[in-house]
């Protein structure tokens, strides 16, 4: 299966699973009139294998490959978590070594250290992943909470980017930015 069917039938999986109407706010201060639970499909047998592939074709087919550009994937606990665990898994199946770690919402108790679990960050190339993207404002959370525990960041990737302002306000902050699936992909514009 080539990355272009990878992408077409992952598109088609958060079409029929994560995809719904009704009213809601995916960010502070935002409305839609649909919910994109990405976690329909980002725990779904046949999504997370998917999202692990076309997530590190997209970064690879953009400059940023595995264990050159970048050694660690993760970002906000809970939207992040299995997208870094599918990438980690894909990697792994394609004999690269790819670490995952998690940023927690709130510190521990331990710094800003405390906040990330996992592998040591500090000093590494590091990509902030998450499940969606509305305003980029979790994605830059993480960032900036990686950056000040000494990880160098050098992109944040989605899955689906709501085309709602995420890349031009990450842009903004001096960071590349990538999605794999946009509004249009997955029957929203």
Request: aromatic share 4%; glycine share 12%.
């Amino acid at each position: 299966m080539t990355n272009d069917s990878h992408k077409a039938r992952l598109a088609t999986l958060v079409k029929e699973l994560s995809v719904t109407p009704g009213k809601i706010a995916p960010a502070p201060g935002s409305d839609s009139d649909f919910c994109v639970d990405m976690r329909r499909s980002t725990l779904h047998h046949e999504g997370a294998p998917l999202i692990g592939h076309v997530m590190l074709d997209l970064l690879e087919e953009s400059g940023f490959a595995v264990g050159e550009e970048y050694v660690a994937v993760g970002g906000l606990t809970k939207g992040a978590d299995p997208v870094a665990t599918a990438m980690l898994h894909a990697a792994a199946s394609r004999g690269l070594d790819l670490d995952a770690f998690v940023v927690g919402e709130a510190a521990t108790g331990h710094g800003v250290q405390g906040r990330i679990e996992g592998p040591d960050v500090a000093g590494k190339n590091v990509v902030v992943l998450g499940d969606t993207s509305t305003t980029g404002g979790s994605l830059l959370e993480a960032a900036l909470t990686l950056c000040e525990a000494g990880a160098n960041v050098v992109a944040l990737a989605v899955i689906v980017d709501r085309a709602a302002g995420a890349k031009e306000r990450i842009e903004a902050a001096g960071f590349p930015y990538f999605y794999a699936l946009d509004p249009g992909d997955i029957g929203l514009a």
